[in-house]
């Protein structure tokens, strides 16, 4: 049997929010291991990195989800017993109405409606003197979610809807006011979801067949039972509000344009899947999600480490994006590096690893990418603009984090060019166009 490496500690909470995403990452480089014990929130803690580290966390046999995403982190980001706390068949049934709206055809209606939005807001970006593209995409973002699902997005209710899914989202690693901002945001945000359950159940409000809206509505567990309102609600927002949280990759995405103009120039010269390159360094650069969490089901050895029943174990995620073993010189911004990569479920893991179907791994992980490149493409081909003096640091100690100014754009001017990919859409004649399903151009 060999000893897990142990960090000497009473408790390392308050440096853990001290030092943010490099927490780990330290402390695995210290002990020279990829893996080491600590104490988190007063219990014991034994923390994977790399991909050996990721297959074990992703192994059904070994681990479960109950009771380890933190009750702080479920009244603020996911919901309570989400699809994100399951586990085994359960689990394993939920999270096949999550992948039944991920199809492509369904994917390509998101983009389709995002990228009509991205046309209006540009027209009015044009009569800015600033634009700040973090608060602008959010909108963007939460649009065109809106009109995916099927939810009912009021004009008047677009900017406060927004803001409350970037609460849920900005405070999953905050406490104090920033994590009461995002339990309020849960409060507020499930609420007016519940209704849309309702008025979907009783034929208040019409939703076609396929849409998240209908789908989530209709859902049955297991036992053939509906989803209680409430749950439906969380599990309808668990689509939503992880597109608006997009933003946050959006506006990473225009700082690296920004600080690494040479990409900016390989994405205009159309070198086939440079796009695609460029947003997912985007992801393994920039940070978002710092670890996951889960719980050893028994008793048993790996790699001759004892691991206890119960026992919490954290997956360094961040750690694993950064690590100079699984990337060449991971400090540096580099799109190529996607070009030969030909890696494993388990080393490449922004949004998690192992399978979608049967395991936790991120249900929007295509949308993310496709959204991601859809809004790179519009920001280098559709439009040009300044980026002013401002303050772009983004801070490390803070979870989850974005550049500090939240990306200012000002001499916004519309290129007259469409990336392939909008040619076919027309723009949206004007917000509250696409915002209410049933007047969206593309559903009729
Ligand atoms: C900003 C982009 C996103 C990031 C960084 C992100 C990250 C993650 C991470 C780290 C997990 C946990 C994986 C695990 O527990 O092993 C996760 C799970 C999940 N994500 Fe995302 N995500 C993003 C976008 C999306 C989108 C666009 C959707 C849906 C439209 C989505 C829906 C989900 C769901 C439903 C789960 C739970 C999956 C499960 O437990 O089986 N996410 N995401």
Not at 267 to 282: K, R, S
Request: glycine share 6%.
């Amino acid at each position: 049997m060999t000893n897990i490496p142990k960090e000497k500690t009473l408790d390392s909470s308050v440096k853990l929010l001290l030092e943010g995403f490099p927490f780990l990452q330290r402390r695995f480089r210290k002990f020279n291991s990829d893996i080491f014990e600590t104490r988190l929130l007063l219990q014991k803690v034994v923390c994977l990195h790399g991909p050996e580290g990721a297959a074990l966390f992703y192994d059904n046999e070994y681990f479960k989800r109950n009771g380890a995403v933190p009750k702080r982190v479920q009244k603020t980001l996911t919901g309570e017993n989400a699809l994100h706390t399951m586990d085994d068949a359960a689990h394993r049934h939920r999270k096949e109405m999550f992948m039944s709206v991920m199809s492509q055809e369904s994917i390509k209606r998101l983009l389709d409606l995002m990228a009509a939005q991205w046309q209006a807001y540009t027209l009015e970006w044009e009569t800015m003197d600033r634009v700040v593209l973090f608060d602008e995409v959010r909108e963007i973002m939460c649009r065109g979610a809106c009109a995916w699902t099927g939810v009912p997005l009021k004009e008047s209710e677009v900017s406060k809807r927004a803001d409350d899914f970037v609460a849920r989202v900005d405070a999953f690693g905050a406490v104090g006011p920033r994590h009461w901002r995002g339990r309020f945001a849960r409060i507020r945000s499930e609420k007016w979801i519940a209704r849309i359950i309702e008025q979907v159940r009783n034929g208040e409000l019409q939703v076609q067949e396929g849409t998240p809206a209908h789908t989530v509505a209709w859902h049955r567990d297991l036992n053939g039972e509906l989803l209680d309102q409430h749950m439906a609600a969380v599990e309808l927002i668990n689509l939503i509000r992880p597109i608006v949280a997009i933003a946050r990759y959006i506006t990473f995405s225009a700082l690296a344009l920004h600080q690494f103009p040479v990409y900016r120039q390989r994405i205009l010269a159309g070198e086939e899947n440079y796009v695609e390159y460029f947003v997912q360094e985007v992801r393994r650069y920039y940070p978002f999600a710092p670890f996951l969490g889960a719980r050893a089901r028994s008793d048993f050895e790996w790699q001759g480490y004892e691991f206890e029943e119960g026992q919490l174990v954290l997956l360094d995620v961040y750690g694993t994006l950064h690590d100079e073993r699984l990337w060449e010189r991971p400090t540096a911004f580099s799109p190529e590096r996607f070009k030969y990569w030909k890696g494993s479920k388990f080393d490449f893991i922004p949004q998690g690893g192992g399978d979608y179907d049967s395991g936790h791994r991120c249900a929007g992980e295509w949308i993310t990418i496709e959204v991601m490149k859809q809004a790179v493409a519009f920001l280098t081909e559709a439009i040009e603009y300044r980026v002013p003096n401002q303050d772009l640091h983004y801070s490390l100690r803070r979870m989850p984090t974005y550049p500090k100014s939240g990306f200012v754009i000002s001499n916004v001017r519309r290129t007259g060019k469409l990336p392939a990919a909008f040619a076919s859409v027309p723009p949206a004649a004007s917000h509250a166009a696409t915002a209410a399903p049933q007047r969206c151009p593309f559903l009729g």
